[in-house]
């Protein structure tokens, strides 16, 4: 499935920041220029404690996994309520199509087929959301690798809303949250990451993540500053959205 084409430019209804003589720091520049928010890969298979037992977790990292999914909800809400618009990007992994590479990585055949252990199989409850959920107001972006926009039509579909600037939250932070930012980057979009909304399986992980992003890709926030970047709500926020809320599948 693809986005509705009377998708359209909703510059209007999007994140317009702080004036241009507050915008400061990392938003600097960012003022009056629409943004959007995408939220990636809070799955089961990767979200809930219960479907990471292999990974090792301590106690550290299952706590800031927990708080990373709690504030990446908040900043859907906040987001939703200032009309910037929530894009969702999901793995949506296809035992029909062998991500070859990945198997050879993790030590498999290059044609071996999808265990019981593959993340985010398509229909199944590891592929679920996880803590929060999409609007059906807002686009859904099915991907197959790592960033959310290798292979989809994320990168249209930003170009159609006049997004200038993203935000990227969810998990992993050395993975799927990195991945995307450098795509989003390296296609022009200035990105911010908020640190306290993403997460990885160890925190020292996260925190060199963190650290190399910074250096190479975005801007490294908090929720609290984003937010505060945010338009203030108001009540023709939701009706300026133009947004489908269609699948657009890899």
């Known amino acids: 499935m693809s986005t509705d084409d009377s998708t359209g430019d909703v510059t209007d209804g999007l994140a317009a920041g702080t004036s241009a003589s507050t915008a400061t720091g990392p938003f600097a520049g960012l003022n009056n220029r629409a943004g959007a928010l995408l939220v990636v890969d809070v799955q089961r298979s990767f979200a809930d404690l219960d479907y990471l037992g292999d990974y090792g977790l301590d106690t550290a990292a299952e706590d800031a996994i927990a708080a990373a999914i709690r504030t990446t909800?908040?900043?859907v809400h906040t987001a939703r309520a200032a009309g910037v618009p929530v894009v969702w990007i999901e793995l949506a992994s296809d035992p029909d199509r062998l991500w070859a590479a990945s198997n050879?990585?993790?030590?498999?055949?290059?044609?071996?087929?999808?265990?019981?252990?593959?993340?985010?199989?398509?229909?199944t409850p590891g592929a679920e959301w996880y803590g929060l959920i999409p609007g059906i107001d807002e686009p859904l972006i099915q991907k197959r690798h790592y960033s959310?926009?290798?292979?989809?039509?994320?990168?249209?579909l930003l170009q159609r809303l006049g997004v200038v600037w993203v935000a990227v939250a969810g998990l992993t932070t050395e993975c799927c949250i990195a991945a995307t930012a450098t795509d989003a980057f390296q296609l022009d979009y200035p990105v911010l990451i908020p640190s306290d909304a993403t997460a990885a399986y160890e925190v020292r992980v996260h925190e060199n993540a963190?650290?190399?992003?910074?250096?190479?890709?975005?801007?490294?926030?908090?929720?609290?500053?984003?937010?505060?970047?945010?338009?203030?709500?108001?009540?023709?926020?939701?009706?300026?959205?133009?947004?489908?809320?269609?699948?657009?599948?890899?």
């Open 73 to 75: 909800a908040a900043l």
């Open 210 to 250: 963190l650290e190399i992003l910074a250096l190479t890709t975005a801007h490294v926030v908090t929720s609290d500053e984003l937010v505060g970047f945010f338009p203030a709500p108001t009540a023709s926020a939701t009706a300026a959205s133009a947004l489908t809320g269609s699948v657009v599948s890899a």
């Open 148 to 156: 959310g926009f290798q292979g989809t039509e994320l990168h249209a």
């Open 104 to 123: 050879w990585l993790r030590g498999k055949g290059f044609d071996e087929p999808m265990g019981a252990d593959e993340p985010c199989v398509i229909g």
